[in-house]
């Protein structure tokens, strides 16, 4: 007997055909899981078990201890054929090669670039709603730019020279991108415990595009009860907030290497049943997902001590 705990699912969740009403749910050796998706644009996702658990393309499972944790990742319907190409631009360049841009929603959203010569696939989240193409010549070649708005309220944006074919400089999905004279600035919002924005200025240097500069707005910027600072610590260190970082940090701790003692995390892990001052992250490695789980001393809003579990 197991448990699974569901990862914020976004649909129904049946247990041997019986709907499962919270969070969690006891299984046995064999079952099997329904899950439909409250968007009908997915398709159902159906998972059988016979004495062994096992993650699917639909389903992950993440095992913490002698239960596991369920995300599901159902797939798009197919969508008809006739909607395939919805946006295209071509852009007549006098002199010079001329370049045609569609957007295309078979087999996944796509930004195709081409020639009559040469194309190139961008693979994107979300199906484009608006789209700008611009191109200027160069001593050798032509750069590329596109700014995509996305119907997911993100903004796709990526740069490509051509001389004989397409050479990506830049692929990047923000909230907010402005151009300035010597570079992009670009703003991500995170979805965390300080509602936190990303501010960061790229700049192209020789052959490509390079982060020059990094810093971090706070929507929620106040004080945190002890409770929440391993959330702010483990958030900050994930997202490379430094200084947000070392401020959770109480003064005999400074010297400690927390990023190696953490190692690459890929999230907090929050679906789980919540205890004070303890923290399970999840892990990617060749057997697949994994958690560990961290308890955390913190007083006067300073974390003093850390055990791995």
Not at 45 to 73: P, R, W
Not at 215 to 224: I, K, L, Q, S
């Amino acid at each position: 007997m197991a448990r699974l705990f569901f990862d914020k699912p976004k649909g129904i969740i049946l247990i041997d055909g019986i709907r499962c009403n919270g969070d969690r749910a006891k299984v046995g050796e064999n079952f099997c899981m329904q899950y439909i998706p409250f968007d009908n644009s997915y398709r159902p996702v159906t998972y059988a078990c016979n004495n062994k658990i096992s993650s699917t393309n639909e389903l992950c499972f993440i095992k913490h201890g002698k239960d596991y944790i369920v995300k599901f990742c159902p797939v798009k319907k197919p969508i008809g054929v006739d909607e395939q190409t919805y946006i295209q631009h071509f852009v007549d360049c006098p002199n010079s090669r001329s370049h045609c841009i569609s957007c295309k929603c078979k087999e996944g959203h796509k930004i195709v670039v081409e020639t009559e010569n040469e194309i190139y696939y961008i693979d994107i989240p979300a199906k484009v709603i608006n789209c700008d193409f611009k191109i200027a010549s160069i001593s050798e070649g032509q750069l590329l730019a596109i700014f995509a708005e996305l119907d997911n309220g993100k903004t796709y944006v990526g740069i490509l020279h051509y001389l004989d074919d397409y050479t990506p400089l830049l692929s990047l999905i923000c909230d907010e991108i402005y151009c300035e004279e010597d570079g992009l600035i670009v703003y991500d919002r995170l979805d965390d415990t300080m509602a936190r924005k990303c501010v960061r200025k790229i700049c192209f240097c020789q052959d490509g595009f390079v982060e020059v500069s990094r810093h971090f707005e706070y929507a929620c910027n106040h004080v945190y009860v002890d409770e929440l600072i391993p959330y702010v610590f483990l958030e900050s260190l994930n997202c490379r907030d430094d200084d947000c970082a070392q401020r959770c940090v109480a003064y005999s701790m400074k010297g400690f290497d927390f990023k190696a003692f953490f190692g690459d995390f890929l999230e907090i892990c929050d679906c789980l049943e919540y205890t004070p001052f303890v923290v399970t992250l999840v892990y990617s490695g060749e057997g697949g997902f994994f958690t560990r789980t961290y308890k955390f001393t913190v007083s006067g809003g300073k974390i003093t001590k850390v055990n791995l579990l």
